[in-house]
Each structure stands twice: as C-alpha cells, then as structure tokens.
C-alpha cells in the first residue's frame, strides 16, 4: 500500500491488516463509513443486523484497518448464476482522507482471494458509468468485463444519482476471478491501450470551454475491433444544474446500448488528461450474464 499523508511526515509504514468482519461492533463500523463515504441518508444505510444475518448466511465482509482502525470495507453477498457459482459485490467503501492510497484495491484482491477459497468463480456488481476513477479501478485495475447497461436502475434518489433528476443508470460488471486476464491483472500487469490509435464513438464537444465541456456527438456506426468511449475525467467537476451532466449521461447511454447490441464489451478503461472507454468487439455474442430466473438457463460469458 501507498503511504498516507501522516505515514510520510513520521517516516513510517502504515500498519494495514485485511480481515473477516463478523461482530457486531466490527459491522457497526461498516454503517459508520457509509454514512462518511456516500453521505446516506438513515434510509439509505444498510443496517448492522443485516450485515449479520448476511455473514451467518453466505455473504463476504471484509474489513481494512489502518493502525487498528477500521478504514473500509467490500461487502458480497452469494446471488444465483445457475451453473456459475458467484457473488454480487454491492459495497467496496474508504475513508474519504485515506483514499487513492490502495486500500481499494487491496479490499477487491481479498475478496477475490476469499471467493476462490470458496470455490466461486464470478463476482458481479454495479457502478456508476460517469465516476471515471471507479472504471479505471474496475475495468484497467481488476480485470472486470461487462455488456449491460441498466438504465436508472436504483431510481432517482439523491444520494444515488448523480444529481438531481438525474437517473441513476449502472453498468453491470462482471469479475470472473479464475480467468487468465485476472490472474494477469492481480499480477499488476496490465498494458495501456493507445487513445490515439482507436477510433472514438463518444468524445468531447471540441469547441467546449474548461470545465464546461458538454459530449459531441456520438457515432454510433463504427466498426473497428475497438471503439473508445470518453467521459469526464471528474463528473463532479462539472457544474452543477446546467445539464452537462445529464448530457453526458445521455450520450454515454446511447452509445453503451448501440455497442453492446451489436456485439461489442467492457474490455479496458484509459485514465490520463482525458478518460476513454475501451471497448471491443466479440463475434460471438452470446448472451451476457444476469441473475438466474426460475426456469431460465444462463449462459456464460466468460474471458479466456
Ligand atoms: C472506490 C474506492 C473504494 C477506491 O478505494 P481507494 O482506496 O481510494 O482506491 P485505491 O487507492 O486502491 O486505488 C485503486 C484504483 O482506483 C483508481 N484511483 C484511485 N485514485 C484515483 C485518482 N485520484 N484518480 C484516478 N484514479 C484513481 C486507480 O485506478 C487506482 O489504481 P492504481 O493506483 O493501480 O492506478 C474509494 O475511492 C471510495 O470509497 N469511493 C467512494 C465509494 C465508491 O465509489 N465505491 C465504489 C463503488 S463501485
């Protein structure tokens, strides 16, 4: 793990230990840093006797601490694949004043560590398609792949969108934990795609104005191998109640949809002074993965 700031000025190491949350007082820590990280409201919070009976039933949680004190957790739970055994990872959170130092990252790679021990295979969840920093964490850091783009799929509620009267649309992402791509990401490595070499579906208005800038104009037709998809380095860097964001969110969601339908995946995500979507082309479009329904075979869409 990177130093913390304080860990700098006093020259030593950060004492970081990663374990199973199962007590009470450990999982009241869990609704302690969702109320500093996402601000919920009381309604919003997962509460500690459902974290306890989710633990008792199957669910991973598992707890950073930072010299003795509880800096983040990664919350799964089991969810049903059909043949694919899995987990839907539905909280990875850090203390606002440790982020960005790789407790993150450490959190998911113990995750992962736990489901292999308990011979899972697949582990979904779902994130914000404009939060930049998330992608680059999930699809360049991790390894996820995904093809389903689920409009405002948790509705319009403050604390989930983006802002007000913004729908809350996710992109399902897919971690298949035991696939050569993993191994090679939880290795670190993990080459840079070059921006300038692929054609873009979505970039930004090239006559926008700092920080202002709104999409151009999608292109919906490509066919190369890989397209790019750019979103804003910083979504909240936008200003507020002027619609860029919804703007974005719109182009984003019409280019997401038209690619996924004509075959195309999640493969990469290209963080520097500007943030593209690297997504490439499948032939064989098999249906992509989703939740198991009675009575409905699911079909698997696993990375070699
Ligand atoms: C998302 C979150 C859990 C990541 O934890 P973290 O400790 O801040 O992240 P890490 O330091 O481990 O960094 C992991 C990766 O995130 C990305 N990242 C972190 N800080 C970043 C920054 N300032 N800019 C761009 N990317 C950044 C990088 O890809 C980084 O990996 P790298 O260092 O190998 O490039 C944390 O920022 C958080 O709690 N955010 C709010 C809640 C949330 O969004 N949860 C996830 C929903 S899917």
New binding site residues.
């Given amino acids: 793990m990177?130093k913390s700031p304080n860990a700098r000025k006093s020259n030593s190491k950060p004492d970081v230990r990663i374990r199973p949350l199962t007590s009470l007082e450990d999982l009241e820590g869990c609704v302690f840093i969702q109320r500093r990280?996402?601000g919920h409201l009381d309604l919003d919070l997962i509460p500690v006797h459902f974290f306890r009976i989710a633990v008792h039933t199957g669910a991973i949680v598992l707890g950073a601490f930072v010299d003795g004190r509880l800096a983040?957790y990664v919350y799964s739970f089991p969810a049903d694949f059909g043949k694919v055994r899995g987990h839907h990872s539905h909280?990875?959170?850090?203390?606002?004043e440790?982020?960005?130092?790789?407790?993150?990252?450490?959190?998911k790679w113990a995750q992962r560590d736990e489901a292999l021990k308990r011979g899972l295979e697949l582990i979904t969840?779902?994130?914000?398609p404009m939060?930049?920093?998330?992608a680059?964490?999930?699809l360049?850091?991790l390894g996820v792949v995904g093809r389903r783009y689920l409009r405002n799929f948790y509705g319009e509620t403050p604390t989930l969108s983006l802002e007000e009267r913004v729908p809350s649309d996710r992109l399902l992402v897919e971690w298949w934990i035991k696939s050569a791509r993993v191994k090679a990401r939880a290795k670190g490595s993990s080459p840079l795609a070059d921006a300038g070499k692929i054609p873009k579906a979505l970039e930004r208005d090239s006559s926008g104005l700092e920080p202002a800038i709104g999409p151009g104009r999608p292109n919906l037709r490509l066919t190369t191998p890989r397209v790019l998809v750019e979103v804003p380095k910083k979504i909240k860097d936008l200003p507020m109640g002027t619609g860029l964001i919804a703007s974005w969110q719109t182009a984003a969601r019409r280019v997401f949809e038209a690619y996924f339908k004509r075959g195309y995946r999640l493969d990469d995500f290209i963080?520097g002074d500007r943030c593209y979507y690297v997504l490439k082309c499948f032939k064989a479009r098999r249906p992509p993965v989703t939740a198991a329904r009675p009575g409905r075979s699911i079909h698997e869409n696993r990375p070699h």
């Fill in positions: 990177k990280v996402w983040g909280h990875l959170a850090v203390l606002p440790i982020q960005g130092l790789g407790l993150g990252k450490a959190l969840w779902t994130y914000d939060q930049a920093r998330n680059n964490l999930n360049h850091v963080s």
